[in-house]
């Protein structure tokens, strides 16, 4: 384990779901506090939230004015900025995302304009040393090898991207000597990104990178790709920024900031320590001050000094909520981190926003949804660490197990609840953050419970279904009591909604009925012998 601190603890001002962004002195205080010295000068999200700058196309007379205001505050509270950039920007942007047309880095002209698009930016703006892109997303593509582009159809990518990043960090310096190019190797593969940091100029080159390929999750902790670039990286002496978070994105709930699960923080910032040739950390999604929570004074205390063991800096987030009921918050707040833990993000990306759903369903059978994007590391690691990116066959173990997982979740976070409950009884300070805290879980739980039930109920609407087929009278009531516990837990979960009651009461009265005519299950699955559908084996 390394002896130090990072050098580079960046963060970004506001996110998607509260924008923030005003850069006043109070955020920029709050944010110093935190520990941070390398700010985001952009909030550098698709969708452009509060109409912030994407690609270096968006900047103009007012982006301008604000990146100088932006600049002049976080100079003021002693911080380094760093615009963040899509290179180069889609020749569609300003149309329909359904056909992606990239502008090819192979093409003179493309060099050309970002040549002088970067060398114009930094000599208006001396004070930027550093300058961070994506070469996907962020309303950016890269030409596939497997295309019809004239220029790069049959050349592999990773051998035109080294030279195109090259050639972006000498109009850096032409900009002004001495600036770093930082690239994220987003959506690329892990081959590729091999490669790539194998040929690329090393010298006034870093990059960032997420904790995971899959991308960037607070219960993933350094993956293999992660290690292994990493490694490639020191061994050429290109600095390393190790991305996580700890505000709500990807926890499920983009808008979920006060989620109490800071050992989770933790980990995910101790993981990076660990590895050799990892300069800094920097958060994900962007911090809204008012929406600073557990997660975020746990950073704190762990910037101050990483070495403390986590068990001291639980204790001394725990302090800020008087010395009542310490030993209840810390219970809470680990149960929190073990439901996360069984959130099962691997399904599919879609559940990234799984706890974005209420706690009400449909009744038709529930899904796996598949979720992918036409890019080298979708196609490849995200394929194969996602069990679900393309529409495939399923099989009803699949469901059965987000179900239980699911359930596992819930389970966790009702007994945080719990347990946080008692902490406000007992006279723990800071009440409204703790009241925060309760809504934030019971929400999770009960829309993790639903989702749970919603599979669940899919496969003992099923069971009813084969023992109807069989005949077999022993079996049919105990499925269908089975089923009908599922449909009393719905509707506790509901907390009683009317229109649940009557589905459960249309149950109760015809059991034999109702499963023909809910939760029907369309998949097919892989049998031994034949592919056939769900049912249709009975």
Known sequence: ??????????????????????????????????GINLLQLNLGWGGRPGGEVLNMEDIDDEKRAQFR??????????????????????????????????????????????????????????????????????????????????????????????????????ALQQGRAGARLWWQPWEISAGQTYRIMQAVRPERFGIIINNSIAETYPSNTSDLW???????????????????????????????????????????????????GVVGIREHFGIAVSKMSVNTDLFREYVKN??????????????????????????????????????????????????????????????????????????????????????????????????????????YFREAVELLEQALAKGAEKADDVRDQIADLNWLASSLRGSSLHYLETIAAYDVRVALKQGNKEKYAVACERLGHLLDEDLANQDGDEEMLEVRDRFVADPETWVRLNLQQPYRYDNPVRLETFDQRW
């Open 226 to 276: 992660v290690r292994n670039t990493i490694r490639i990286a020191a061994e050429r002496g290109i600095p390393v920024i190790g991305e996580m978070q700890f505000t709500g994105c990807q926890i499920g709930c983009h808008s979920v900031q006060k989620l109490p699960c800071p050992e989770l923080v933790y980990e995910q910032a101790e993981a990076f320590r660990a590895i050799d």
């Open 1 to 34: 384990m390394r002896d130090k601190k990072f050098d580079w603890v960046g963060g970004i001002v506001g996110n998607p779901e509260a924008l923030e962004n005003e850069w006043n002195d109070e955020q920029m205080a709050a944010l110093q506090g935190l």
């Open 69 to 170: 205001f932006r600049i002049a505050q976080a100079q003021k509270h002693g911080i380094r900025v760093m615009p963040h950039f899509g290179v180069p920007q889609l020749l569609n942007v300003k149309e329909s995302y359904s056909v992606i047309t990239p502008a090819c880095i192979q093409d003179p002209q493309v060099v050309a304009n970002y040549t002088e698009r970067l060398v114009a930016f930094l000599r208006e703006f001396p004070e930027i040393a550093d300058v961070m892109i994506y070469t996907f997303d962020q309303d950016s593509w890269l030409c596939s090898e497997f295309g019809d582009c004239p220029r790069c159809a049959g050349v592999p990518l990773h051998e035109r991207l080294p030279r195109f990043l090259n050639l972006m960090q000498d």
């Open 306 to 411: 990483p070495e403390t063991p986590l068990s001291e800096l639980l204790a001394a987030v725990a302090a800020g909520y008087g010395p009542n009921a310490t030993d209840e918050l810390l219970a809470a707040w680990d149960l929190s981190a073990r439901a996360v833990r069984h959130i099962p993000f691997d399904a599919s990306y879609s559940f990234c926003n799984l706890t974005h759903k209420p706690a009400k369903h449909d009744w038709d059978a529930a899904t796996v949804p598949a979720w992918h994007w036409d890019t080298p590391a979708w196609e490849a690691n995200r394929r194969s660490f996602y069990m679900i990116t393309h529409a495939t066959a399923i099989h009803p173990w699949m469901l059965e197990d987000l179900g239980l997982r699911m359930g596992e979740a819930a389970n």
